[in-house]
């Protein structure tokens, strides 16, 4: 969605926040400029309603900004309590967080903070499907491929090694982000497969690649 867009939708569910719905409330707190030709597309594309004095949501509109806000006071909550990030360089990572995120690391951020409901300024974090159902697991945790069990099915992430020399032996097996392997075997000697393919490294060049798998995640 237009960025432009975005920014209207978060500065309207802040407003209604505060009770005042109104053009001008919403045109002080919004960091995007807008005019008239603006609100018409976005009325067109169903995602507001509007008169001289208020501006509203349709379902669609406030649908949209409660993911944003989410987005937002979740990346608020781990760059203040977890990263320890604060002042004008918080408010910038929270701008493209807000607006680049995915759904699944959304998600992951949620249970990692253990389903924060307001953030560090006091206010609401809107919940989402995990919160419901009282996910306690992150589904995508990246891990070395060294953590995992034998016939575990793995999604490489990315690779991190030690050295040039290292880079080049893992670049020759064939591997790279994206690629899915199978663990076969974890001691002696560590033995992935894939694409009909069978490799054996030393768990040191091992522990450099990293990935995640699905697992079964408790619910409360």
Not at 58 to 73: D, F, M, N, V, W
Not at 141 to 151: A, E, L, Q, S
Request: overall charge negative.
């Amino acid at each position: 969605m237009r960025r432009d867009y975005e920014e209207i939708l978060e500065a309207i569910w802040t407003s209604e926040e505060y009770n005042d719905s109104s053009l001008k409330n919403i045109e002080k707190i919004c960091h995007t400029n807008f005019d008239e030709n603006l609100l018409k597309e976005m009325q067109k594309d169903d995602l507001i309603a509007y008169d001289e004095n208020n501006i509203y949501f349709t379902g669609k509109g406030k649908e949209i900004a409660q993911s944003l806000i989410r987005r937002k006071r979740l990346g608020e909550e781990l760059l203040e309590h977890v990263l320890q990030i604060r002042g004008e360089k918080a408010k910038k990572i929270v701008c493209e967080f807000e607006h680049s995120v995915i759904p699944e690391v959304e998600e992951s951020i949620c249970i990692l903070l253990g389903h924060p409901v307001e953030c560090p300024h006091g206010r609401p974090i809107p919940p989402g499907a995990c919160c419901l159902t009282r996910k306690n697991c992150i589904e995508k945790k990246v891990d070395p491929i060294t953590n995992f069990n034998v016939n575990d099915k793995i999604k490489i992430s990315y690779i991190r090694p030690q050295n040039h020399q290292r880079l080049h032996k893992l670049i020759s097996f064939g591997l790279k982000p994206g690629t899915i392997i199978e663990i076969h075997q974890t001691r002696p000697t560590f033995i992935i497969k894939y694409d009909r393919t069978e490799i054996a490294m030393d768990r040191e060049i091992a522990e450099n690649i990293y990935g995640w798998n699905s697992s079964q995640c408790v619910e409360n």
